[in-house]
Every structure is written in C-alpha cells, then in structure tokens.
C-alpha cells in the first residue's frame, strides 16, 4: 500500500503534505458530558463551541473559564465559539407526555395556550401564524412530522398530517422556504447572551437563522470588532441569499441539521459543496457540521459512511468539522474527538490531499500581500512564520491554501484564538518584547529544515528566509 501511495504521489508530481499536520481545525461541543473534560479535550480541539440552546449563563461561565485556564496553563491558544440560539420556533405543551399523529389525520395549531391533545395543540408565535398559509408545509421535531397546512382563521391552523409518529411538548418547527415579516436573526434572549458573551471575551459569534445579509449587519453593530462572526446557513432563504451573507460575515457554517428539513434532504450534498464553494472562494473560513459522527453519541466508533463523509469535508477544504451532540451529550466524548482527529489526520496525509483541495476550490493567491506568493515553496520541509498584529495575514494564507503549516506569533491574545480556527494556521501567544520569534516556531515544528518568515508588523512588510539543516 505504501508502495502504491508512493506512485500516485509520483504520478500527480504534487508536494506531500507536511507529515503530521491537520490542516482543518477540530470544533467541539461542551455539555453536561464532556464539562469535566475540558483540559484532556483541549490537547487535540482547536475551537470550543458554547451552545446557548441549552444550559444557563451560569454554566456557559464556568466551562469558559475552564477553557481560558486550560489554553493559559498549556501555551496552546483555543478559540472560544458562542453559538446562539436564534429564532426557534416550536410548539407547547401536551397534557400527555406523547401524542401519536397518523398519516391523513386533521392537527390544529392555535393560539389557545390549554395544553394540547391529538388533536390540536398551542403555537406561540403570531408572526409565523400569520405568515403560513393554504399549501404551506410544516416539518416538526427535526422532519420526524410533516403537516401541510389546509385552513386558516385568524386565531388556527389547520393541518393534515402528511407524515405521522409520536411528538411531545415544546418540539421544534420548521416552515421550508417561508419568508417571516419582522424576523431577525437576533431574539431578546439572543441579546441578553450576546452582551453576557461579549463581557465574557469570545472570539467567534455564530448566529443562527440568517435569512439575508441585514441579519448579519445587525448583528456587527452590536458585537464591533470585539469578536467575529459566523454565519449559518440552515434556510431556504439564505441560500437565496448566500453571496451576500458570506461577504457579510467572518466565517459561515454549514448547519446541516435545520437546513436538511428546510429542503429535500437528497439536495444537502448539493447546498454542502455550494457553501464550501462559495464561502472558500470569497476568502471565509467554513465550518461544516451536525451528525457527522452522530452513531458516536452511542457508540464507541463511528460507522464507515460517517468516516467517508467527514473525509469527504476535508477534501472539500473545509476550515473545520464540528461535534455536536457527540461530544454535549453523547456517551464517548473523547473517542469521538479522537476519531475526528484521526479521520482528519489521515485525509491530510493522502498524498491527493493539496490537489483535491485545490481542485474543489482553486486557492486565491492573490489575497496574499505583493510578493509573498512567488518565493513560498511548496516544499514539506517549509515552515511559514508571520508576526502578526491582526487576522488578515493568516486569513490570506489559508486562501491561499499554502502547502505548508503557517505559525502565527502575535502578541495579541484575541488574534492568537481567532487564528486557532484558520486552515492550516498554528498560533503562538508571544511578549510583546519577543525578538526572535521564529525561535517559537521551532518548537512548534522542529523537524523544519527551511523557515520563511513574514513580519506583518513592520511597516513596510519584511520577508526573510531563515535556513539550515536542521533548525
């Protein structure tokens, strides 16, 4: 095998990957399985994902700290990502724990707050009631329910089941393609986590439900340049809309669990690839997520298609691959995170690796300051060492997708964190006083035998080649 990896290497005459380096960056969930874990999954996860669906302020505080503490003691910068919850809609409450609906079954939604029955229950938004009309179509619980809507009064919905099963109270409701009036991606419960995550220090901010690029502006007039941020796609209406989101945003996600209800779940490979195309070619880092090791909540390994697909995420030139409820709540954290590491591990070690990346995407030279691009060598031996006092330089690296890992020396700890979530970019906090800062790069990478350095810091730019046989 070894053999014949060689001969394709040949054949494609393309450099190797650097061995050993994962060029994506590995996201995770903390929750109630994995709050004690900080510090052992802080070794191999570069972004740390706050999810303010679930638990109180209080809680996101402490496990915060945790990761500060964690990078501090450890030297490692971790990006912190706060996730909010967005405009969820969802049902209410059931006199019974369940309800089973059949297929062809009449279900009412109304504004009646009595809890519900099998026969209609309470729907607590009067902005998506006014909006639904004849024909609309409702997926509740994650597309487990499917309603089409056959009759409206001011105060009901009237509905036929078109898929059945059991549902309880309080599930989630999606509206495929529907356009709310008013709707913004930020809630008063949204703002109230926004400030608390602003006071706390994040780095990145995703907003969940963009439906257009005003969403996002809003939001920046909020948060400044006090953290960046991510912009999920998971509607209908973003994808019509997507150009425009992503030159609005830091970064965008790819949310595949909203977004497979909003459409035809057959479609998601499409509007995946489309996301990562169009993200990768406007310069944004991008993030793909949801169920990609999700038999993993369960199981101690993961299954050969959830393997392939996170594979398949890396030659795309993703940015990053992120766990949700594998590692929130599942029963194997840390094997899931080890999984993920090996998955990506071994795509960047394929030597198709940089073609397939560049041919998915072609790298954008041309973001990198005048000249860099032409003296970079693709040799694996190469290290890249940029002094940096902002994120651009990184950010143009990995548009570049260079072939060789780029260690960023700030003296600035928010650029050091929001650098942890770029391709192929490995931060290091240093003095403000530190000289030679290429010394930190060996650390890092001691089997080096060339080191280009770029110092961003100085006006005008300088580049210099630092060599030997072994630094």
């Known amino acids: ?15 190797p990957p650097a061995a050993g380096i994962l060029y994506p960056k590995l996201v995770a969930t903390l929750g109630p399985a994995s709050e004690g874990l900080v510090a052992q999954l802080a070794k191999d996860v570069n972004v740390f994902r706050l999810n303010m669906s679930h638990g109180e302020q209080s809680w996101h505080r402490g496990v915060y700290e945790k990761i500060r503490k964690t990078a501090a003691s450890t030297g490692r910068p971790t990006a912190v990502m706060l996730d909010l919850q967005g405009p969820k809609y969802r049902i209410g409450k059931f006199a019974t724990p ?37 024909d609309s179509r409702l997926s509740l619980d994650d597309g487990n329910i499917e309603l089409l809507v056959v009759g409206k009064t001011p105060s009901a919905i009237t509905c036929r089941v078109e898929v059945g099963g059991s549902l309880s109270a309080n599930k989630g409701i999606n509206c495929p393609g529907l356009y709310i009036e008013g709707t913004t991606a930020l809630t008063d419960k949204d703002r109230a986590d926004l400030r608390f995550g602003l006071e706390l220090g994040v780095d990145w901010v995703a907003l969940s439900f963009v439906q257009r690029p005003e969403d996002v502006r809003a939001a920046r007039a909020i948060i400044g340049d006090k953290a960046r941020i991510i912009s999920k796609i998971e509607k209908v209406t973003a994808i019509e809309s997507l150009d425009a989101i992503v030159a609005e945003s830091d970064a965008v996600m ?53 393997v392939c697909d996170v594979a398949g995420a890396v030659y795309m030139g993703a940015d990053g691959v992120m766990l949700s409820g594998e590692t929130a709540t599942g029963a194997y954290p840390l094997q899931a995170v080890a999984a993920l590491k090996g998955i990506v591990r071994e795509a960047c070690q394929d030597p198709n690796f ?26 694996e031996a190469v290290v890249l060492v940029a002094r940096c006092n902002t994120l651009e330089l990184p950010l143009a690296l990995a548009a570049a997708r260079v072939r060789m890992p780029v260690v960023v020396v700030t003296a600035c700890p928010r650029v050091a964190a929001q650098a942890a979530m770029i391709w192929g970019v490995f931060p290091v906090l240093a003095d403000h006083n530190t000289k030679d800062f290429t010394a930190l790069a060996r650390e890092r990478f001691p089997g080096a035998a060339v080191m280009l350095t770029v110092d961003d810091t100085a006006v005008p730019q300088t580049l210099a080649w630092s060599a030997s046989a072994k630094l």
């Open 354 to 379: 940089p073609r397939l990346v560049a041919q998915f995407v072609p790298p954008v030279p041309s973001a990198l300051p005048p000249g860099l691009h032409s003296i970079i060598s693709p040799h």
């Open 254 to 306: 790819v949310a595949r669990g909203d977004l497979g209800v909003e459409v035809s779940m057959w479609r998601l490979p499409q509007l995946q690839q489309l996301i990562v195309r169009t993200a990768r070619a406007a310069n944004k880092p991008v993030i793909v997520a949801t169920q990609m090791l999700d038999s993993m909540i369960r199981n101690p390994t993961p299954t050969r298609a959830e």
């Open 1 to 15: 095998l070894e053999q014949r990896l060689a001969q394709v290497r040949l054949a494609h005459a393309q450099a």
């Open 98 to 134: 369940t309800i089973t609906l059949s297929k062809g079954d009449i279900f009412v939604l109304d504004g009646s707050d009595a809890p519900g029955d099998a026969k209609r229950v309470h729907l607590p938004h009067p902005d998506l009631m006014a909006a639904l009309q004849d």
